[in-house]
């Protein structure tokens, strides 16, 4: 069955340094979007992208974050200048359609700011 | 900004109990998420529902549109059903969804 992937699964980063998430959607879904889960909070959503731009984002993602599908497959979130508050299990999902279709996610990332 | 309650927040039963966890959201929606969170972090999509019922296995899921109310039922519980389920809704007219705090449940066998 075809599934969302992420790498890296972990990711250590000193506080100020960039970090770039990636995640493989599923190949047919044309829809993504990246989530934030903070350690013992509720899931957050960042943004949602289609046709190569940016549909909708939330309050959290800032100037400091970027999304890009850099070719035909992977979908990358980029953190351009690391806080220790980014410290977080960050999730990529796709869907077929937009928000009214099941959303598959990926098995998330961890990024520990140090 | 749509608001969702779930309850409760943590529930531990015995094997073969039949569950029920609830999620009430504040404004009109097109559609609602059921997803279930594993002790490891993954995340999995159980349902999306506009109307009515589901069925999948041992779960089902109910939302009533006009109570903006939705429940998910587990029968005949089992410890590998332990985790923490999550409902979660759009905003109204856009892509964000609004997730809820998770119900977090135990199944002893």
């Known amino acids: 069955e075809p599934e969302v992937t992420q790498t890296p699964s972990h990711q250590v980063t000193q506080m100020g340094q960039e970090v770039i998430l990636r995640c493989v959607p599923i190949?047919?879904?044309?829809?993504f979007y990246w989530y934030r889960q903070i350690l013992g909070q509720k899931v957050e959503f960042l943004v949602s992208?289609?046709?190569?731009?940016?549909?909708?984002k939330s309050e959290i993602f800032d100037d400091q974050f970027s999304v890009e599908r850099p070719d035909g497959s992977n979908f990358t979130l980029k953190i351009r200048s690391t806080k220790l508050e980014d410290s977080a299990m960050y999730f990529c999902?796709?869907?077929?359609?937009?928000?009214?279709?099941?959303?598959?996610f990926g098995p998330g990332t961890r990024l520990t700011v140090l | 900004k749509n608001e969702v309650e779930q309850s409760p927040q943590n529930l531990t039963a015995q094997e073969g109990e039949f569950i029920t966890i609830n999620c009430s959201y504040s404004?009109?929606?097109?559609?609602l998420h059921w997803l279930q969170q594993h002790p490891g972090g993954g995340i999995v999509s159980l349902f999306m529902?506009?109307?009515g019922k589901k069925k999948h296995g041992r779960l089902i899921a109910t939302i009533n549109i006009q109570e903006k109310h939705s429940s998910l039922h587990i029968t005949a519980s089992h410890p590998r059903d332990s985790a923490v389920y999550i409902c979660?809704?759009?905003?109204?007219?856009?892509?964000?969804?609004?997730f809820g705090t998770g119900t977090r449940l135990t199944i002893i066998p």
């Open positions: 999902a796709s869907s077929v359609i937009q928000n009214t279709d099941t959303q598959y």
């Open positions: 190949s047919n879904h044309l829809y």
């Open positions: 992208f289609y046709n190569n731009e940016i549909s909708e």
């Open positions: 404004v009109g929606i097109s559609a």
């Open positions: 529902l506009s109307s």
């Open positions: 979660a809704v759009p905003n109204f007219g856009n892509e964000k969804l609004t």
